[in-house]
């Protein structure tokens, strides 16, 4: 295995995309990007919030991801 995704949808309204993750000996070589597309066009309808690491925001801008206002979060306790 080279690279996987966590995703969860509720295939009519809402999904998340968490945890991408390619070997670094893999990465820019397109994998991650067909990982993420192939979620993205499995059901148009969807809008999918995402999870990653700072950093990366570049990547998924590039696959239409845009800064949204509305997400809140409540951190786990450790």
Same mark, same amino acid.
């Given at each position: 295995?080279?690279?996987?995704?966590?995703?969860?949808? &509720?295939?009519?309204? @809402?999904?998340?995309?968490?945890?991408?993750?390619? &070997?670094? &000996?893999? +990465?820019?070589? =397109?994998? =991650?990007? +067909?990982?993420?597309?192939?979620?993205?066009?499995? @059901?148009p309808k969807v809008t999918y919030i995402l999870r990653s690491d700072p950093?990366?925001? =570049?990547?998924? +801008?590039k696959l239409g991801f845009e800064h949204a206002n509305s997400a809140l979060?409540?951190? +786990?306790?450790?």
């Amino acid at each position: 295995m080279v690279g996987f995704v966590r995703s969860t949808t &509720d295939r009519a309204f @809402d999904g998340q995309i968490n945890n991408l993750v390619v &070997d670094s &000996d893999y +990465r820019q070589k =397109g994998i =991650g990007e +067909r990982i993420v597309r192939t979620i993205l066009q499995e @059901d148009p309808k969807v809008t999918y919030i995402l999870r990653s690491d700072p950093g990366n925001e =570049g990547f998924f +801008r590039k696959l239409g991801f845009e800064h949204a206002n509305s997400a809140l979060i409540h951190r +786990r306790r450790e």
